[in-house]
């Protein structure tokens, strides 16, 4: 009383009036007296509680809002108490990764329903900038976000991660623009691609096989479209028609089904030891056949599921050229390792034998499961990958088998760029298994410091501990710790950890325009060795 009336002061009185959060609606009266103007506020209170309305709410149910308000039924509630409870369910829409959403409106109606307007931050339109080779729409169904559903900011960081894991861009990023709704958003992917295809020839001349020639071709992104294909074929020679050809399509239907078929004819040099690490076979083996995998997505995103089917023949072609001592020729009479309830009579009788026991046709059906969900599938810094297999060998064919196998690889990120790696294995069979179908230890994927593929068996331990940093750009260190064994049920007793074996070293990581080159030095109980192989690492 006293002041002179100003809209302004009025504007004032009512915002703290209403601010009470008691009133759901308030009108002025304005009456002039002799000593000036009286005003009388109207206000009209909340009425009492009953319920909860919510709309435009798909990611959080109306039934989780109203615990998270708390708000007693019944009574006369004060919006400016339920604003602040708001803040919880805004909150908890951000917990979840949807950090767009907003409580748009609050309203108390007058039959004693409290109704909240939410508006979640709809993705209106993706659009695509940087790829010049890849399809659109190559890169869309990798998102986890979809059109006209809430943007998600975990479900972003893992699209990122998909599109990354495909391994045609150097780099992916995602920016988001403003759509036309109000809150709404609209995806900008921007990739840096890389070179996906490859090309290879080479030739050579020798007095026994005259001019070879070899011709490779390969893509990860054919035609831009995903699929991915390999060629490899040899020609020329005496006998020398080798060929090698893959196929994967990645997206069969919206369930990311997968299939991928191969077809291979290839005559190859390969060597076997015995337990001692002493060569007893330097041998042509030519190894034919065709498999055919099928793969889908569970309905959790990082399990797939795999069937494989394989038909597969590998043929001893004879021993190399010079070669002395041949385990698998008639000319074999033992050494410290010699078997004979394992390696047959002595003279061609032991020959078949021993080629029969490890050559042959084999066909399977292979079934596993996989966990994964490595942050980068090429150089992977968090997460884990677990693999579970079982193969069944017995649907015609020479060999009858069973083989079970467990493979668990985990990652722990040391600051910024450094990564302990850790993977763990297992493997056992039983039936008759070809050689080519044993566990196998040693070399570089598996037990460095020791000859490739020098320990084989029936059933198999391995484990290895990796810590990475990198060095400069494209190149990354490696100081590792393996430790592993293959044991043959015929010399050995199963999973005998006396007989394991043990090597530590160092190694590079190089990310050259051929592709990753992996160099490591192992040292083990027979002295250092160095490897030198193409393909990433676990």
């Given at each position: 009383p ?17 601010n ?27 009425p ?8 435009g ?6 039934e ?8 007693p039924?019944?009574q ?19 917990k ?16 004693g ?91 050579g001349?020798?007095d ?111 021993a ?8 698998y ?11 004979p ?5 002595a003279?061609?009788?032991?020959a078949?034998?021993?080629?029969d ?14 966990y ?42 040391q600051?910024?760029?450094?990564v ?34 020098q ?48 090597s ?35």
């Amino acid at each position: 009383p006293g002041m002179t009336l100003t809209s302004e002061g009025l504007g004032k009185d009512l915002y703290a009036i209403y601010n009470m959060g008691w009133f759901y609606d308030l009108q002025p009266e304005f009456k002039q007296v002799p000593e000036g103007v009286q005003v009388t506020y109207h206000v009209m209170e909340n009425p009492i509680y009953q319920q909860l309305a919510v709309e435009g709410n798909t990611k959080i149910s109306t039934e989780k809002i109203e615990s998270l308000l708390d708000l007693p039924k019944n009574q006369l509630i004060n919006i400016r108490e339920v604003n602040a409870k708001v803040q919880r369910l805004e909150a908890e829409y951000n917990k979840e990764g949807y950090i767009l959403a907003r409580v748009a409106d609050i309203r108390m109606q007058p039959d004693g329903t409290l109704l909240l307007v939410v508006n979640e931050g709809i993705v209106e339109d993706f659009k695509i900038k940087g790829n010049t080779k890849t399809k659109d729409y190559v890169i869309i169904r990798e998102m986890k976000l979809k059109k006209g559903e809430p943007f998600n900011a975990k479900d972003a960081r893992r699209s990122m991660q998909r599109i990354y894991n495909l391994g045609y861009f150097e780099d992916v990023n995602i920016k988001l623009n403003p759509g036309q709704q109000p809150n709404a958003v609209e995806i900008e992917i921007s990739v840096v691609e890389m070179n996906t295809g490859t090309f290879g020839i080479g030739a050579g001349y020798s007095d026994a096989d005259g001019f070879i020639g070899m011709v490779s071709v390969g893509d990860k992104n054919f035609r831009g479209t995903g699929d991915k294909v390999n060629i490899r074929w040899e020609f020329g020679g005496a006998d020398n028609k080798n060929y090698e050809f893959s196929y994967t399509k990645p997206w069969i239907d919206s369930k990311e089904t997968s299939a991928t078929i191969t077809l291979y004819d290839v005559t190859n040099e390969y060597a076997d030891y015995d337990r001692n690490a002493d060569e007893i076979a330097r041998y042509d083996k030519k190894r034919r056949g065709q498999e055919l995998t099928f793969s889908r997505k569970t309905n959790n995103e990082y399990v797939s599921n795999y069937l494989t089917l394989k038909n597969r023949d590998d043929i001893y072609k004879g021993a190399v050229d010079g070669y002395s001592t041949q385990y698998y020729e008639s000319t074999w009479s033992g050494n410290s390792d010699y078997n004979p309830k394992y390696d047959g009579p002595a003279g061609e009788a032991g020959a078949k034998y021993r080629q029969d026991k490890n050559f042959g046709v084999t066909r399977s059906i292979g079934v596993a499961r996989v966990y994964d969900s490595r942050d980068n599938i090429y150089d992977p810094h968090e997460g884990k990958r677990n693999a579970y297999t079982i193969e069944y060998a017995g649907l015609g064919g020479d060999f009858d088998f069973t083989k079970y196998s467990v493979d668990y690889r985990y990652y722990y990120r040391q600051g910024a760029e450094n990564v302990i790696a850790v993977q763990l294995g297992a493997g056992y069979a039983s039936g008759r298994m070809p050689l080519s179908q044993r566990f196998s230890m040693g070399g570089s994927e598996t037990l460095r410091g020791y000859k490739d593929d020098q320990f084989k068996g029936n059933s198999m331990l391995k484990g290895t501990v990796e810590y990475r940093m990198p060095i400069v750009k494209k190149v990354q260190g490696v100081l590792f710790v393996d430790s592993g064994y293959a044991w043959d049920k015929d010399r050995e007793t199963a999973f005998d950890l006396g007989e394991l074996k043990y090597s530590y070293g160092v190694g590079l990581r190089i990310n050259s325009p051929l592709g990753p080159v992996k160099l490591d030095y192992g040292y083990g109980d027979q002295g250092g060795r160095f490897h030198f192989s193409f393909g990433g690492q676990f």
